[in-house]
């Protein structure tokens, strides 16, 4: 019997026969199942958007929904807006973006990075900005506002200041 020699010159702690390594094999699929349970493992596109998207409402206007990036400091955004909604007093610079400053740190995933209308980047790891036209810088992006273009989001976001809450997109 072959699986007899195999055992034979294998030490001792290693000595399994057959139906007691099937045993094994089934009690470590039954322990993983409990801390890595199916449920957790799906990956459900209705959770995936709850998990990923966020509202922005421009005070007295539009509210707009984004897709967040897939990074560390989209990442510590939900957990902040978790703790509830977070308004950000913005203001106007360069006729491209709305800047202001979010009240707390993010984590930074600086990089060049070429936005376009709808960009959302965070600035220096404390400000966010909403990008209505277009700019090259190192930064970290956030996210993109979905379904609005330049013109759009110029119109939203109007001159001057302008005060945007955060929130989950529940």
Do not use: C
Not at 45 to 52: A, D, F, L, Q
């Amino acid at each position: 019997d072959v699986g007899r020699r195999h055992r034979e010159r294998l030490p001792g702690i290693l000595q399994i026969s057959a139906p007691s390594m099937k045993m094994l094999v089934i009690a470590l699929v039954l322990m993983l199942g409990n801390v890595f349970p199916a449920s957790a493992q799906v990956d459900n596109p209705s959770n995936r958007k709850e998990m990923n998207t966020i509202r922005l409402t421009i005070k007295g206007g539009k509210t707009f929904t984004a897709t967040l990036a897939d990074n560390s400091s989209a990442e510590a955004l939900i957990a902040l807006l978790s703790q509830g909604d977070v308004t950000v007093e913005m203001e106007d610079y360069g006729n491209m973006e709305k800047v202001g400053p979010l009240g707390t740190s993010l984590p930074r995933n600086d990089r060049q990075t070429s936005t376009g209308p709808g960009d959302i980047i965070l600035y220096q790891g404390k400000y966010l900005v909403i990008y209505y036209s277009t700019n090259s810088w190192n930064f970290t992006r956030i996210g993109k506002i979905d379904n609005a273009d330049g013109a759009q989001l110029k119109s939203a976001l109007g001159n001057g200041d302008v005060t945007v809450t955060l929130s989950l997109d529940k």
